[in-house]
């Protein structure tokens, strides 16, 4: 099995409209992403105009879209919160005499800036 070191941006992975890690993700016709909920909740708000809309770019259709589950999305979302869980348990500052590389690591992680995790492939 191969495995290869990726840095990500939390934001990538997060909702445009909760802001939170997507929940159930669907990507929508012009490409964005967003929790399944949250984009169905919008669209029936949207149900009263007839027109749909993304609420990034603003590509508009007439008729709702349908909406599958991203499974690659969803798998790296896991994946990414299985590593926020590692990470957390890592060594805390008082288990670290002279190195302030976990430190910063952590105060990055919380600050929602990059997480480095390893992804597995065959």
Not at 5 to 28: A, G
Request: proline fraction near 5%; charged fraction near 25%; glycine fraction near 4%.
């Amino acid at each position: 099995m191969a495995e290869a070191r990726v840095s990500v941006n939390l934001d990538q992975f997060s909702c445009p409209i909760c802001l939170e890690l997507l929940k159930d993700p669907v990507s929508i016709p012009c490409g964005h992403s967003f929790c399944m909920t949250c984009i169905k909740t919008k669209w029936d708000q949207d149900d009263q105009t007839g027109d749909y809309s993304c609420p990034l770019c603003r590509k508009t259709s007439t008729l709702r879209p349908d909406l599958g589950r991203n499974t690659v999305l969803a798998e790296m979302v896991e994946k990414l919160k299985n590593a926020h869980i590692a990470y957390r348990t890592l060594a805390g500052p008082e288990d670290v005499s002279c190195d302030n590389t976990i430190r910063q690591k952590k105060k990055n992680l919380k600050n929602g800036y990059i997480l480095q995790f390893i992804l597995s492939y065959v």
